[in-house]
């Protein structure tokens, strides 16, 4: 039994080998819906497969609201009072932060959604604000309007206190992303420009750009403290990787512009990016190749996946895409690879027939 496991085991490899064994479809798509409008579009995605993001509703082509994708529901969070709210960030905890309108439309705040209540997470003195990142330890980071909206800057809420965490000398800023070890990513003016920041312990850190007084801006960051985002470059924005104190340019699929929007903690980088022939693309960038999802897709459905947001660390990604002559958010699955699947099969095989002559 040994012996014939080990020829059929040899049997897939040389398949393997040989490229006799493709992987023709690698991911499934689910059309996450709509509430009671026309459109929908997904920004994040927790470890459970839990997707947040914003659809618009009935009530016309800007009334949207936060969503909850949770199994195959979705679900309106509601506002603080106002018309509209939108969802930007979701932690393992099932935790949501955004942005929603209060009483009378006349402000925007932003909010923590837990359980099953939306709290008004208030402002620097200003009218707006917005959460965008929240990390498993409840911390959350996003941008606030100053007293009279001199300014916006960003800020980290972390108990119940709302601390500004300045900017590069420059009047604005914005924070986007935080991991579970508290560093912080976003943007920053400097004297004469915007640039990509790192907030670590209490210091601001300019990460630069592509091009001298050229703007950068950073989306996400992982476990590992690598940083995405993008920034203009020689040849237009580019969507890059930032590791080890280097800005990494990812490149395009063909176009001109690319922008990264997320990464988990196995350094899989998400964004959309320019194809050859126009408009963006959705795409996954794995080591130093960036690959449109629309190839990795069954070919016979009817998306263009236009913008990849979030990406957990199961190798999910959700985003939205045009379907129908709407846009939809989506969320994609990775299927096995024939090869593994062969694998997994003959394993089993044996282990049964092992079992049965014991």
């Given amino acids: 039994m040994k012996k014939q496991f080990i020829i ?17 479809t690698q991911y499934t798509i689910t059309d996450l819906g709509i509430l009671s409008g026309t459109g929908s579009w997904a920004n994040s995605i927790n470890a459970s497969g839990q997707v947040v993001g914003y659809a618009n509703t009935a009530a016309g082509e800007f009334a949207y609201r936060a969503f909850l994708y949770s199994g195959s529901t979705m679900t309106d969070l509601g506002t603080l009072g106002g018309m509209w709210s939108g969802a930007d960030g979701i932690n393992n905890s099932g935790q949501v932060v955004g942005h929603a309108y209060t009483t009378g439309n006349v402000a925007e705040h932003a ?10 997470l208030g402002t620097f003195g200003g009218t707006w604000s917005g959460a965008i990142g929240i990390n498993a330890n409840g911390q959350v980071v996003g941008y606030s309007y100053t007293t ?3 300014a916006e800057h960003a800020f980290l809420y972390s108990g119940s206190t709302m601390t500004d965490l300045g900017t590069l000398g ?15 990513v976003g943007w920053a003016a400097t004297h004469d420009s915007y640039h990509a920041f790192l907030y670590s312990g209490s210091t601001m850190i300019d990460l630069g750009a592509f091009v001298y007084n050229g703007d950068s801006y950073a989306w996400g960051i992982n476990a590992s403290g690598q940083i995405v985002g993008w920034s203009n470059s020689n040849y237009g924005y580019r969507a890059f990787l930032y590791s080890g104190s280097k800005m990494i340019d990812l490149g395009t699929l063909g176009g001109t512009n690319s922008f990264a929007n997320g990464i988990n903690d196995s350094g899989q980088v998400v964004g959309e990016a320019d194809i050859a022939a126009g408009g963006p693309h959705a795409f996954l960038c794995s080591g130093s190749t960036m690959i449109d999802l629309n190839t ?4 016979a459905s009817d998306w263009t996946l236009e913008s990849a947001t979030a990406i957990n ?8 895409g045009y379907r129908g002559g709407q846009d939809h958010a989506f969320l994609l699955d990775p299927v096995p ?3 593994t699947i062969c694998l997994l099969t003959l394993g089993g095989i044996f282990i049964y027939r092992r079992r049965k002559t014991v």
């Fill in 8 to 24: 059929m085991m040899a049997g897939v490899l040389m398949l393997v080998g040989s490229g006799q064994v493709m992987a023709v």
């Fill in 296 to 299: 990795l897709i069954d070919p």
């Fill in 337 to 339: 690879e024939p090869a």
């Fill in 111 to 120: 909010f923590l959604y837990s359980g099953s209540t939306m709290t008004d």
């Fill in 148 to 150: 009279g909206n001199a």
């Fill in 170 to 184: 420059g009047r604005d800023s914005a924070a986007h992303g935080i991991n579970d070890s508290g560093q912080i």
């Fill in 313 to 320: 660390d199961s190798g999910q990604i959700v985003g939205y």
